[in-house]
């Protein structure tokens, strides 16, 4: 490998860095930065990742830094994947209706950050999926406010027994399926059983989970 083409090592920022360099702009800050890039939280790309930090911080795994690139949005410590979709019935741009609430489930090829290496096999990765909705459709809009979200968490198995090969699913059949419906406040506690569960499967299918701990241990 090129020296300098490892693997980047994510540092958290503050957002007071400055911009440096001559000529740089000697009153803006990476809070700046940030507050110009992001400040549309209903915009598509944004709701995403902002329900990505919900998830997070719920598992209170928010001060680790986000990273684009990998098979699975979280890692939990012991090793279980989330994967996390969003939705909302109002979109940032002029609309005639509510949309209609749909999550992309296609299984998909993996790459690993690590390697640089793709898999040939397509599949779903994450262990879990957790699908959210921000529930609100009239004025005023605040996707900070944790009470206008539902949240949908799936063992994966489910969705690959139920829809293997379906590309997208609508709230309605997602909600037919053996799915656990809770709020934020819930939320961890959801996810954290869920994954007990999993890894305990795990260790009565193969007698070795491939786990680590789980969090609700920790």
Request: aromatic share 12%; hydrophobic share 35%.
């Amino acid at each position: 490998m090129i020296t300098g083409l490892s693997r980047l090592e994510c540092e958290r920022l503050s957002g007071t860095e400055r911009f440096k360099g001559d000529g740089a702009p000697d009153d803006c800050t990476l809070r700046d930065y940030w507050s110009w890039r992001s400040s549309l939280l209903l915009d598509n790309t944004e709701r995403g990742i902002l329900a990505e930090f919900l998830i997070a911080s719920a598992l209170h795994l928010h001060i680790t830094p986000r990273r684009e690139w990998g098979d699975a949005d979280i890692k939990l410590p012991s090793g279980v994947k989330i994967e996390i979709k969003s939705a909302a019935y109002v979109q940032s741009w002029e609309q005639y209706a509510y949309s209609n609430i749909q999550f992309r489930i296609a299984p998909h090829t993996g790459w690993d950050a690590f390697t640089d290496e793709y898999s040939d096999v397509k599949k779903r990765w994450a262990h879990l999926y957790v699908f959210c909705v921000y529930t609100r459709k009239k004025p005023p809009f605040d996707p900070m406010n944790v009470e206008e979200w539902d949240f949908y968490v799936i063992d994966t198995k489910i969705l690959d027994a139920e829809v293997s090969t379906q590309k997208t699913i609508g709230l309605r059949p997602l909600e037919r399926l053996p799915v656990h419906k809770c709020s934020y406040k819930n939320l961890r506690a959801v996810i954290l059983e869920m994954e007990k569960e999993i890894i305990l499967k795990s260790q009565s299918e193969t007698g070795e989970s491939g786990f680590g701990e789980p969090l609700l241990d920790r």
